[in-house]
């Protein structure tokens, strides 16, 4: 580490990490109640499980791209964060407030949370993803101006590299399309185009551009290559992120009321969202190929290369499959986009976390050189046992999915049954899926105790 207020950044990834922990629990109560519809009920109503589970999945990932952008950006600035004392007020601001919404959703119902939190002043609750209450919106806007701000004058101030201007583009892009969660018509079509503004363009824009800008940096610091030869790649990957991304959102325009150019528009363009995806691969393993030097850290180009097939397959691939409008048609909806998600999200975004938090926390630990190697090896275990679970999971949806398709939504089936008829043929994949759901877990209590573990000379 070679600057001081690199550290403001430790508390935002054990934070993020915290609600990591957080978010597979709710995940794994959703899934059992998917089995058994009374577990904990009425307690925790699947409802209230699902939105805390997807909640705690925004609110990590911005508490992960803080912390990364606080680690990487005097770095590569060459000077220290313009405010540290800013980035601290602010993590306390937004945990706190992280905190006390989601005790709202667990304690009272959601129409007394909306009450209480005169959402009536300013009607945006309600929508998914967006649950906050609007004065949590308020103070995520407050907070992401402040971060942004910070990152702006340390720049300026500072060296500047690709690597940052692509990271503060993403992030000018993530402020900018969380204004719409503000924007809620009355008119469902309208609501449902805009909320795509922000749910669509962070994962499949503005979010790669700033995993793109962290894989860059960790990969850089882990194999020494030149930055020419990453400069050349990140160009590429900010291109077709931008062209593709911004009209790939017409995928989900294709039955909600919207005009029908985007069936074409949205299949075409979300073809071509695999792009940026192919690009990282094939990025990450010339680097490692080219590499100049061996890194202690070995962990870290681990979820570096991990990142890059596990996004590439879920997001890419998975995704384009499911895209076409006239697969859509049958597909919209059911356990298949679920496996897409749940694989894409880990692999693009989850795994990136891990990327930049195995490379920075030993260093901010005084380890340079990264953990021990015995630390390393636990570390590698929960690498493996979270990816085995994710996929192992996925391919369980996947098959619930094909299922639910064939027994639900192919026309003029002979076999055809209701909803609740076909949730029981299902039964048996979403057992396996929450068998899974287990295994992510233990491999991330394994990603913990690695912090922990230390060679027998006390290394």
């Not at 700033?210 to 990957?237: H, M, N, P, S």
């Not at 996947?398 to 909803?419: K, M, R, W, Y």
Request: proline residues 3%; hydrophobic residues 55%; glycine residues 8%.
């Amino acid at each position: 580490m070679k600057y001081k207020s690199q550290m403001v950044a430790k508390p935002y990834f054990i934070f993020a990490l915290i609600l990591l922990a957080g978010q597979i629990v709710f995940g794994l109560i959703a899934g059992m109640q998917y089995i058994h519809g009374g577990f904990l009920f009425p307690e925790i109503p699947f409802n209230v499980a699902r939105m805390v589970h997807t909640n705690l999945l925004i609110v990590l990932m911005l508490f992960a791209f803080m912390g990364a952008s606080y680690y990487l950006v005097p770095e590569e600035a060459e000077r220290e964060l313009w405010s540290p004392m800013l980035a601290k007020v602010m993590f306390w601001i937004f945990a706190v407030a992280g905190i006390l919404t989601i005790l709202g959703y667990l304690l009272v119902s959601y129409s007394e949370l909306a009450k209480i939190t005169l959402n009536y002043l300013l009607p945006t609750m309600g929508r998914g993803y967006l649950e906050q209450p609007t004065i949590t919106k308020i103070g995520i806007v407050v907070v992401v101006v402040a971060f942004i701000l910070n990152i702006t004058m340390t720049i300026i101030k500072g060296r500047k590299t690709i690597i940052t201007t692509m990271l503060l583009f993403g992030l000018f892009g993530l402020a900018f399309f969380f204004l719409f969660a503000f924007y809620n018509p009355a008119n469902l079509v309208m609501s449902k185009t805009f909320w795509w503004f922000v749910v669509h363009m962070w994962v499949e824009d503005t979010w790669e551009l700033i995993e793109a800008a962290i894989l860059a940096f960790v990969v850089i610091k882990v194999t020494g290559v030149d930055r020419e030869q990453i400069d050349k790649w990140l160009y590429l990957i900010v291109a077709s992120t931008l062209i593709a991304g911004l009209m790939g959102v017409g995928h989900h325009y294709y039955f909600i009321g919207t005009p029908k150019y985007w069936f074409w528009l949205g299949t075409i363009f979300s073809v071509l969202e695999v792009v940026p995806f192919f690009l990282m691969i094939i990025f990450v393993y010339q680097m490692v190929k080219k590499r100049r030097i061996k890194h202690d850290n070995e962990a870290a180009l681990t979820w570096a290369k991990g990142t890059a097939v596990v996004g590439f397959i879920g997001a890419g691939l998975l995704g384009l499959a499911l895209s076409p409008y006239f697969i859509s048609y049958f597909t919209h909806g059911t356990q298949l986009v679920a496996a897409h998600g749940h694989l894409s999200f880990f692999g693009a975004y989850i795994m990136i976390m891990f990327t930049i938090i195995s490379y920075a926390m030993p260093t901010m630990r005084g380890r340079p050189h990264g953990n021990c190697a015995k630390a390393q090896r636990v570390e590698k275990i929960g690498f493996w046992l979270m990816v085995i679970g994710v996929f192992g999971m996925a391919t369980a949806l996947l098959i619930a999915g094909f299922v639910q398709v064939d027994l639900q939504e192919l026309p003029n089936s002979a076999h055809a049954l209701t909803f609740a008829q076909t949730v029981t043929k299902e039964m048996p994949w979403f057992v396996i899926r929450e068998v899974f759901g287990v295994v992510i877990l233990i491999g991330l209590l394994t990603y913990f105790y690695s912090f922990f573990v230390k060679e027998p000379n006390g290394a």
